[in-house]
């Protein structure tokens, strides 16, 4: 049964539990193969059967108290952006005077009222400014789980609670202005939180930046402007100099300098003409083209590429699993905890308060009190809002955001987020060799085919698809019907015209054609009725990049290997000219496979790049594919990685980018660990006052979010410089 993929935005998450419940929920469907959640995106991704609609998983994701949206996600960014700002300044105009009241009340003059100032401003600002706060625990509450809401709901409600009781007469530390600092706390954590997100998808944001909004069409010899969803395939489009080329298409009149550097990275313009094809996005330069409309909507270029990189960013890697074990249970354990630390302290308070003493040398806003219930209530809400469930759930999704989006500025497409971390660990890189090492652009430098040969052999190529079949294709600008075409696999074509059988393929003796095979051409042979008519030399230039890629492979401790289905002699010369010494020469597509697995057997990390036709069952069988794509064939689904620009060079970019995306997802979870582990023992001895805690909570997340930030380019070129000094 095919498979049917939908990524689409969640709201209402607000920390890694939020995620997980909703990933759980479209788990348990029988009819989803797969679902992952990302925090940090706010998206979810599904594949699941032809039965799977939006619909369907809307109510899914309803179900546990979550909602799904069909705007996009830097709309539903915004408003979220925007709703927290309002929420900070409206929290911020109360805390900011209650909390200057409440030093000049410790330690000046009693402020008179200040415990009924407390308990109003403590209610507008946990009532009213926090109300989403209210609404996402009362959520995962009802549904019968909790999240990071739970944690700042119930240290704000017993804050402010503690300063109700007071007014009405108990002997207890009134803790209201704690409760606003919480939750100011919190929505200034939110609100730097949701900055440098939307900084960290800007590479997103450039792509969908250039998807046009409405294309000139041509309707019954007028022209009109359309919504983009209006324009079908077979349309003709019209583009005017300066106008993004709003669909991919061939162009069918005019001529103009196109800037297609959102495909290839290019600046250098790129001459199109009649029957050239154009990609959506592009920038027409210089003249008016004409353009019938090939691919439209998701369809495009440009929509696939940014669906791919969303879906990358959504992805989970395998060391992301403790992480995700750990955040399932983290909360009803801190809540454990800080229900522990309360008992302790109130019970307690007598025989280990005066151990304090000494302590408050160093932290001196240990509270001073001759309460065990206001130490008990102190210590229970340290706890609570000290953990910090978020840190541990964006340190995975965050690093992965700015990696794929470092990775698509330089070319390359991930489409698979595991092989962010397998690619550091490759040890052998597989590659072919046409399309691959060389151009993959082949021409004819020489046939000895006589014309009427010529024209058979024409006519039997161009059905074609291979680029040594595009290229003798063109030996002939006449063509005839030929019907009876048979491949043979790894070999030729078999094809019958005119009551005799010609063959179009290897040659069955090399021997015949040393002298071409010493130039590095490679030689097709032509047989009539089994006997040889000619030959057909072919050359392909080597990709410029080719040879420098293999240099940096090697001085990274990495096996480059050719495999290719062409002669020894010709493969050999190409692979002296790049530095490759190692060649498997003459291979046929179902044996490539057989290759990856021979390296894999040998304990190597193995990496297939390949065109993603013949390499196909290559590509998905080792460790990492990487496919060499173009802007009209891009989804190649049996490859991991697809290189958009430029050649194997790519292949030393992924590796980099991956052991600096690792090396970040480490640093993060290390650092959410660590925080953690020191942090709650401390606030559960009450050496850490509340507004203190909530601030280091906020802290770890932004500290998370902009250490992933340093996958940038400026920090990719000083890695990349100290390991080599050629840069790509």
Request: charged letters at 25%; aromatic letters at 8%.
């Amino acid at each position: 049964m095919p498979e049917k993929k939908i990524t689409f935005s969640v709201t209402g998450m607000t920390c890694a539990n939020c995620a997980r419940t909703v990933e759980k929920v479209l788990s348990k469907d029988e009819n989803i193969k797969f679902a992952s959640v990302n925090l940090a995106t706010n998206t979810a991704f599904v594949v699941g059967d032809e039965s799977i609609d939006l619909e369907k998983v809307k109510k899914l994701v309803e179900s546990v108290g979550y909602g799904v949206s069909t705007e996009k996600p830097q709309q539903i960014e915004e408003k979220r952006f925007r709703q927290i700002k309002r929420s900070l300044i409206m929290a911020l105009a109360v805390t900011i005077p209650i909390s200057i009241l409440m030093i000049i009340n410790m330690f000046f003059v009693k402020v008179p009222y200040f415990v009924l100032l407390e308990v109003i401003g403590g209610a507008f600002v946990t009532f009213v400014a926090g109300k989403n706060t209210i609404k996402g625990a009362w959520i995962a509450l009802t549904h019968k789980h909790t999240n990071m809401d739970t944690l700042i709901f119930f240290g704000a409600l017993t804050s402010w609670l503690t300063s109700v009781l007071a007014l009405f007469g108990f002997e207890l530390a009134s803790f209201g202005a704690i409760g606003t600092m919480i939750i100011s706390f919190h929505l200034l954590g939110r609100f730097i939180e949701s900055y440098l997100r939307d900084r960290a998808t800007k590479e997103i944001k450039k792509l969908l930046s250039l998807q046009a909004r409405e294309a000139r069409v041509v309707i019954n010899g007028e022209e009109l402007f359309l919504p983009i969803e209006a324009v079908k395939e077979n349309m003709l489009v019209i583009v005017k100099p300066g106008e993004r080329i709003p669909v991919d298409g061939i162009v069918i009149e005019g001529a103009s300098g196109v800037d297609e550097s959102v495909v290839t990275g290019e600046s250098m313009p790129v001459e199109k003409k009649e029957n050239d094809e154009v990609v959506g996005g592009a920038l027409n330069l210089t003249g008016i083209l004409k353009i019938k409309v090939t691919k439209t909507g998701e369809d495009t270029f440009l929509s696939k590429m940014i669906q791919l990189i969303q879906e990358a960013q959504g992805a989970k890697v395998p060391i992301q699993a403790l992480a995700d074990r750990i955040t399932n249970w983290f909360v009803p354990t801190i809540i454990t905890l800080a229900v522990i630390s309360g008992i302790f302290w109130y019970f307690g308070f007598d025989k280990f308060y005066p151990l304090l003493e000494s302590a408050r040398k160093i932290f001196p806003w240990i509270l001073s009190t001759n309460d065990p219930l206001s130490f008990a209530i102190f210590a229970f809400v340290a706890t609570v809002v000290i953990a910090c469930p978020c840190a541990l759930g964006l340190a995975t999704p965050m690093a992965l955001i700015t990696g794929t989006s470092l990775a698509a500025k330089k070319g390359l497409l991930i489409r698979n987020a595991e092989a962010i971390q397998t690619m550091k660990d490759v040890k052998v890189v597989l590659m072919d060799k046409t399309g691959t090492i060389t151009q993959g652009n082949p021409a004819v430098v020489d046939t000895n085919l006589d014309e009427e040969v010529k024209k058979i052999v024409a006519s039997i190529e161009k059905n074609s698809n291979h680029p040594l079949a595009k290229a003798i294709s063109k030996i002939s600008e006449k063509y005839v019907e030929i019907k009876d075409i048979r491949e043979i696999s790894g070999k030729g074509v078999i094809a019958k015209y005119d009551g005799k059988e010609y063959f179009v393929g290897k040659p069955e003796d090399y021997s015949r054609y040393e002298t071409l095979l010493k130039e590095g051409y490679t030689v097709v042979e032509v047989r009539q009725d089994s006997e040889i008519v000619g030959y057909i030399a072919i050359e392909d230039p080597i990709r410029q990049d080719s040879k420098i890629a293999i240099e940096n492979l090697k001085s990274m401790n990495v096996i480059p290997v050719m495999v290719t289905g062409d002669n020894e002699k010709t493969a050999k010369i190409v692979a002296e000219k790049v530095g490759i010494e190692k060649v498997h020469s003459q291979v046929k597509p179902d044996e490539k496979l057989e290759i990856v697995r021979k390296y894999q057997v040998e304990g190597n990390k193995v990496l297939m790049v390949g065109d993603g036709m013949n390499d196909a069952a290559a590509l998905k069988g080792a460790d990492v594919g990487i496919a060499i794509g173009s802007g009209t064939d891009l989804a190649i689904d049996n490859a991991d990685i697809i290189i958009t620009k430029e050649g194997i060079s790519k292949i030393v970019d992924a590796i980099y980018i991956s052991n600096l995306t690792f090396k970040v997802i480490k640093q993060n979870l290390f650092w959410a660990f660590f925080y953690n582990i020191i942090a709650i023992p401390m606030a559960m001895l009450g050496l850490l006052h509340p507004a203190i805690a909530e601030a280091a909570m906020a802290f770890s997340s932004i500290t998370v979010i902009l250490n992933s930030s340093k996958i940038n380019e400026r920090r990719y070129a000083k890695v990349f410089s100290s390991k080599k000094s050629c840069c790509i």
